[in-house]
């Protein structure tokens, strides 16, 4: 590859790292998931989780209330918020391929969404809204 195009891609990074910080303002959203689920390379029972962005930390830390299944997830990107800006009810997204459940979104009102999964394979979005 070519290295001019390695250092545009690697300033363009460090931007997007730097503005999102952002977006770590909001409170932890707390939700009950039914099913077991990856984050990072860890897999979670189903529970109720506490999903709190750490912006010191660039990642998303779940907590599982009562237990010691908690995970952290490096945060791979913001998203921007378009239509969710305006929302009033958060919502955690989960990519599902096969039988495999993993974190992929976490959004909540007035800010942009964080990223913190891709999923290569097809897939579909479980969606768990917050009121």
């Known amino acids: 590859m070519n290295p001019n195009i390695l250092s545009r891609l ?3 990074s ?4 730097l503005a999102i910080p952002s977006a770590f303002a909001a409170s ?3 939700c009950k998931v039914p099913f077991a689920f990856q984050v990072a390379t860890k897999t979670l029972p189903p529970g109720e989780y506490k999903f709190q962005v750490d912006a010191n930390r660039q990642s998303v830390v779940v907590m599982a209330s009562g237990k010691n299944a908690d995970a952290m997830a490096l945060v791979v990107t913001e ?3 378009s239509s969710h800006a305006e929302a009033t009810h958060a919502r955690i997204v989960f990519d599902k391929a096969g039988n495999t459940y993993t974190l992929s979104e976490i959004w909540q009102p007035g800010f942009d969404g964080i ?3 891709t999923t290569k394979e097809k897939h579909e979005h479980h969606v ?3 009121k």
């Open 128 to 130: 768990i809204h917050i």
């Open 115 to 117: 990223l913190v999964a």
């Open 10 to 12: 690697g300033a363009i």
């Open 79 to 81: 998203l921007a918020a």
């Open 28 to 30: 932890p959203v707390t």
């Open 14 to 17: 460090m931007a997007v790292f």
